[in-house]
């Protein structure tokens, strides 16, 4: 029905199945909630409250949740909309609207080479994403190449090699404690000349947002590439455990600072985590999110469609 | 985006004007601010109503100390409270006959891996001979990843690749550490969800073959509202018996150890603060306190201040600044005194409100900065620094040869001190007039030095 309303076609991608599966258990809890919550006869304050007490168990933030609130219910004056399943809908609307990229993504845009680097901190999932990645674009008939520009973490640089391995990929790596910059040059130059790649996937050591020293070694990295090749990285991804809370809008915020971030890959959202600080990235820095990751498998990677999250979140 | 709790508190204050005791009118108006800085800390939604509830029974009716704002007696009573609940650090099990097991527990990327290597470096710091058992055989190179690390601290790990069952492994390490005399083993388990039934057997079956003495949950500290059900699906198949939260060395608040020592009792037990393997620190309640409130250490950086600066030095300094002569040697002593209190970015993350500011500034650009005013300055005669206007274009290339810097550097130094001994100027005259009110005297001369930290 939602499809219908915002004139999507009716037969669901494999991705948004896979997204729609992982969001399954999610919906069956809290979300789920707020769908048996519109399903009262009156709309009332208790209805609002509790709304705004589920949209904040879903991370989603203060000032999003009061914004989103204020949204839905002023549509449903204005409208003058007497039914909670038509306020319900006003509420999807307003969170797909939130979370609808203004950008089409870059990596598929016909490039001699494309570079895409995802960055992001500690444990957020930056090795396995990229593997998925790796294997996502294989399969679509690219080129691809990973460089293993995490250095520091202690056997990160092998964890990417099984992946590669997996993805049936190349991939350039150096030893560890190695500098990141110079193994993107060669990553770079390796793609160029030898294994003829059309597109560089280049992991990156996780780092708090304020450890300062290696947020400047993103920015070395940034310039490196832009050295080398037009308008590269074409795009940044910045990867986000979907069961950060608020802390994600100031690691989006600092990323997007000194990294440039252009996306969000949320992941591990195959858990009961909601991802719902999204919603506060999107609506203050203007990040969309791309992709989101399922699970631990090499297809566990769903591009992200506004529609089926919220959806998914909500229950049908 | 975070302002400090007690700048908001203290406006609230301001409208209400209250005197004697706290009225319920009083503390609803404050435990708004409070619930919204509980839930910006990414506390629980509904711990943070029971925790609001109970600071409000007993806020209502409190005589507000002579020595306190109304604001500062219910933010005494809210750290106090939340002091309590954070409750008393733990330290580890360690009574059982040798070795003791501690096994770590968590969702992927939530740091068990580092943790247990922090965690064996600092049972051998204590005494003890710790074992490393590599039990992740799921993630890719996790095994050689805790290899890696006991290498670097020498401490010895036992694994058995990837392809024999986890809790096989963890059973023939327990031999192996009788056999070897370790006194205490720490088991590194996969990262899973605490939904996925498979993965959770697995570490019911791993629990049972070693009896852990420790079950530690590892939780990043940067957790949002799932936290409370992440430790509960854990707490309810493996019991733990503590908690480490990680990566608090990053810019979150880490509201989630609350929750989570709300809905499982266990205590806290240690804090991970850096990616380097001597990280890891006893947790300590009312830092932790301050951070979920986001009031930065203000204690600290007073207490810090006192040391540092003498009273008479002060007295000094502000008659130097009220006359206007105030020259380049006052200057250096200033820049030392404040290098006294110690690096800039703790500095700055102390001041509550200035957290955010701390980030803008960029600390190793400050203390670049600092460093480098200081060489300059170093590099003038005495006579130069008595009298400033002795600066031509020739001493200043000396100057500028002397301290490695360039002229420009010592013409924009320049340029600085001059209108900061002419602010200085303004605020000392103005500040001398108003002594009464004055509330610190080095207020202008620490201001004046902040705009550096900035250029």
Redesign the interface.
Known sequence: MFRRLFGKKEEKTQDEVRLEESLQ?TRSGLFGRIGTLFQANEITDELWEELE?LL????V??ETTMELVQRTQERVRREGIKSTQDAYLVLKQEMVRMLEPTEPLHIDEPRILTVVFVVG?????KTTTLGKLAYRYKQRGRKVVLCAGDT?????I??L???AERAGVDIIAQT?GSDPAAVLFDAIRASQESRQADLLLVDTAGR??????LMQELEKMKRVAAKQVHKAPHEVLLVL?A?????????AK?FKETAGVTGIVLT?L?????G??VLSIQKILGVPVRFVGTG?GIEDLAEFDPVAFVEGLLGE | MFESLSDKLQAVFDKLATKGKLTEADVNAALREVRLALLEADVNYKVVKDFVARVKERAIGVEVMESLTPAQQVIKIVHEELIELLGKPAPLDLSGPPPNVIMLVGLQGSGKTTTAAKLALHLRKNGQRPLLVAADIYRPAAVKQLQILGEQIDIPVYSEGTEVPASTIAKNALRHAREKAYTVVILDTAGRLQIDEQMMQELEQVRMVTQPRDVLLVVDAMTGQEAVRVAQGFHERVPITGLIMTKIDGDARGGAALSIRQVTGVPIKFLGTSEKLNGLEPFQPDRLANRILGMGDVLTLIERAQEAITEEEARAMEEKLAYGDFDFEDFLQQLKQIKKLGPITDLLGMIPGMNKMAKAVDPQMAEKNLKQVEAIINSMTRQERRNPALLNASRRRRIARGSGTTVQDVNALVKQFREMRKLMKQLGLTGSKKKGRHRGRRGPNLGGLMDLFGG
Not at chain 1, 56 to 59: F, K, T
Not at chain 1, 152 to 156: D, H, L, S, Y
Not at chain 1, 208 to 213: A, G, R, S
Not at chain 1, 243 to 251: R, Y
């Open positions: 258990k007490e904040i168990l879903g991370d933030g203060m901190v500690n444990g957020s999932g520091f973490r202690a056997a990160a092998d964890q090699r099984i992946w560890p708090l947002q304020t450890k300062y020293n455990d069961s950060t809370g608020q802390n994600a809008i100031l690691q600092a591990k195959d858990g009961t985590s909601k719902g600080a631990e």
